[in-house]
């Protein structure tokens, strides 16, 4: 059972635009990708500054980048590499039975909300979190912090790619309550030892470098 809303995942009028906006670019890059890199430049005038700084940065970059480009290392990057995949329940399930709940809790979790998946959407991918989350903050902040420890492996994992994705994730993270404790040892011992499951660990990182804590409060 996911745990309830933690005091420290409040959440602000601003988070919902910075979810929707992050949700859509992480995306695979369609023939509306310019429309939601238009839309993301708006939603970050009203964003806090370590939150709407690399999500222009990534709207800067993907807007020099030709569309058969960007699509070409979407896939390169998030569909070939496991250590930087989409999909959150991976990071701490691996390929086993216990990722497979860990669908189904989702899963339930947008139902009670309401919300009914496409056959082609699976729950845990981000950027079905993000807009979930987006729709509904609170609910989607718990499940954005349940998955906190992935999201940051994520962002080391691309941010050592020197990828054009690494400042989404940037953006995304500083949304969040900063590492601590126990999801700061579940970064460590992921990054070591890679998910369950798995036969070869993730490459490991040499010194992780986590963020400060998230700004709270209305936008700067």
Do not use: I, N
């Amino acid at each position: 059972m996911r745990r309830s809303l933690r005091r420290t995942d409040r959440t602000e009028p601003w988070h919902s635009y910075a979810w929707q906006a992050q949700s859509l670019l992480l995306a695979y890059p369609d023939e509306q990708f310019e429309q939601h890199l238009a839309l993301a430049r708006q939603v970050a005038a009203a964003l806090p500054g370590p939150v709407a700084g690399p999500l222009l940065r990534f709207t800067a970059h993907a807007e020099g980048t030709a569309p058969s480009d960007r699509a070409a290392a979407y896939v390169a990057t998030f569909d070939h590499r496991k250590r930087c995949c989409l999909h959150l329940t991976y990071y701490a399930h691996g390929d086993t039975r216990k990722r497979g709940l860990a669908l189904l809790r989702l899963k339930q979790a947008y139902a009670a909300a309401g919300w009914l998946l496409g056959e082609d959407e699976l729950p845990d991918h981000l950027a079905v979190v993000l807009e979930f989350a987006a729709a509904e903050p609170g609910a989607g902040a718990g499940l954005l912090t349940d998955h906190r420890a992935g999201l940051e492996l994520l962002r080391l994992a691309l941010t050592e790619d020197g990828s054009p994705w690494a400042p989404l994730l940037d953006s995304v993270s500083a949304t969040l309550p900063a590492l601590a404790g126990d999801d700061r040892d579940a970064v460590m011992r992921l990054a070591a030892q890679g998910p369950p499951g798995e036969q070869v660990g993730l490459d490991p990182y040499a010194s992780p470098v986590f963020l400060p804590d998230p700004v709270v409060g209305g936008p700067r």
